[in-house]
């Protein structure tokens, strides 16, 4: 059973910064993709960065520049170093994996983890 485990959220000020990370349970070598998505309360779940085994990367426009996507390959370890945060970031944060046949880029992943909350008060 491959798990996600999210690390990272909290409280934090707007303008701060917060480090999200996603533990995998397997090598994420595994996956040809890896996506941290994100809820907030009344909105639908929406991509915010997404990186391919490659290392190419998608960003939501609401987070370009600010937010960087990144994946540590020898400690199966997902990053999302999220700068300048703003109140619209508050949201569940999820992180997401896509195996080599999974079409990741509609948005299907195959494992996901149970979610970081992160609070940006104004």
């Known amino acids: 059973q491959v798990q996600l485990v999210e690390s990272g959220g909290g409280l934090v000020q707007a303008g701060g910064s917060l480090r999200l990370s996603c533990a995998a349970s397997i090598s994420i070598f595994n996956f040809n993709a890896m996506g941290w998505y994100r809820r907030a309360p009344g909105k639908e779940r929406e991509l915010v960065a997404r990186?391919?085994?490659?290392?190419?990367?998608v960003y939501a426009d609401s987070v370009k520049v600010r937010f960087t996507i990144s994946r540590d390959n020898a400690a199966n370890t997902l990053h999302l170093q999220m700068n300048s945060l703003k109140p619209e970031d508050t949201a569940m944060y999820y992180c997401?994996?896509?195996?080599?046949?999974?079409?990741?880029?509609?948005?299907?992943?195959?494992?996901w983890g149970q979610g970081t909350q992160v609070t940006v008060s104004s």
């Open positions: 990186i391919t085994s490659g290392g190419g990367t």
């Open positions: 997401a994996a896509a195996g080599k046949y999974t079409d990741y880029v509609r948005g299907r992943y195959d494992y």
